[in-house]
């Protein structure tokens, strides 16, 4: 799931949690708001934990001579 997709679930969820006052019996809307704005923020702290892995610069491993440099 990406960035867009979290952002999302945010925003479904807290319009099921805040701004609808629909009753079902076999279901809290409430609850299904929170639950999936978490599930939203857990998505965008995973997305930017694997996006900050990728990023990751690697320093050059091989030594060049002041020669090798200046071609």
Do not use: Q
Request: with cysteine; net charge negative; aromatic share 8%.
């Amino acid at each position: 799931m990406g960035l867009g997709g979290c952002i999302i679930l945010i925003g479904a969820g807290a319009i099921l949690a805040f701004a609808t006052d629909w009753e079902l019996d076999t279901v809290n809307v409430d609850m299904v708001g929170w639950i999936m704005m978490i599930v939203g923020v857990i998505g965008v702290f995973v997305y930017a934990s694997v996006m900050r892995r990728r990023r990751m610069v690697v320093p050059p491993t091989t030594v060049m001579s002041e020669d090798e440099r200046r071609l």
